[in-house]
């Protein structure tokens, strides 16, 4: 079983920036292969963000290009997204999902977490 909690999300100014956190806890067996950053809009379907790997490969939605930032920590089994520049089309709600591999059963899974509300307007 995975636990994903994030944080960060609220309400800022066009232009401003915010950081989201997502911490993985689960059991000590499991690798984080891939993490990422999905967002979902109202009346929108939900779409990738950005991903990274576990050794630091990453992908970025051309719409963040340039303005988001993912970033890991392996030893904490977290994943960031700095947001600079934003937009009022980024407001959304920001899911963290994780890739997981369980190293004894060899079994693979996503885990999502339940989502954090990112705001961005005057």
């Known amino acids: 079983q995975v636990q994903l909690v994030e944080s960060g999300g609220g309400l800022v100014q066009p232009g401003g920036s915010l950081r989201l956190s997502c911490a993985a806890s689960g059991s000590a067996f499991n690798i984080y292969q891939m993490m990422g950053w999905y967002r979902q809009a109202p009346e929108k379907q939900r779409e990738l963000v950005a991903t990274?790997?576990?050794?630091?490969?990453?992908n970025y939605a051309d719409s963040v290009k340039g303005r988001f930032t993912i970033s890991r920590d392996n030893g904490k089994n977290t994943v960031y997204l700095q947001m600079n520049s934003l937009k009022p089309e980024d407001t959304a709600v920001y899911y963290c999902n994780a890739q997981v591999l369980h190293r004894i059963t060899s079994e693979i899974f996503d885990a999502w977490g339940q989502g954090t509300l990112v705001t961005v307007s005057s």
């Open positions: 990274i790997s576990y050794g630091g490969s990453t």
